[in-house]
Nanobody, 116 residues
Framework: QVQLVESGGGLVQTGGSLRLSCAATGSGFSIASMGWYRQAPGKLRELVASIARSGRIDYADSVKGRFTISRDNAKNTVYLQMNSLKPEDTAVYYC??????????WGQGIQVTVSS
């Protein structure tokens, strides 16, 4: 079983920065990929960024050039550095971890609010 512990959300003004962290804890698992999704009110959950075990990184077009995903394999932790934040980035951000058995785990979600 994998538990995900998210941190780093909050309220920031337009143009500001936040850094999200997500640590995967448990035992007997091997991570295939980790990533961040977000869901704004009335909208579907969408991929923000993901990083695979292979090192492949994917970003949503809307965050390219502003957000950076990184990973500490030794700590099973993924980070999302968010710069130049916009009001449209306001959402609940969810950490997702996919292990090599193809089981996925989700964090409880963390609120990011960008004020205009």
């Amino acid at each position: 079983q994998v538990q995900l512990v998210e941190s780093g959300g909050g309220l920031v003004q337009t143009g500001g920065s936040l850094r999200l962290s997500c640590a995967a804890t448990g035992s007997g698992f091997s991570i295939a990929s980790m990533g961040w999704y977000r869901q704004a009110p009335g909208k579907l959950r969408e991929l923000v960024a993901s990083i695979a075990r292979s090192g492949r990184i994917d970003y949503a077009d809307s965050v390219k050039g502003r957000f950076t995903i990184s990973r500490d394999n030794a700590k099973n932790t993924v980070y999302l550095q968010m710069n130049s934040l916009k009001p449209e980035d306001t959402a609940v951000y969810y950490c997702r971890t996919l292990v090599i058995t193809s089981t996925q785990y989700w964090g409880q979600g963390i609120q990011v609010t960008v004020s205009s």
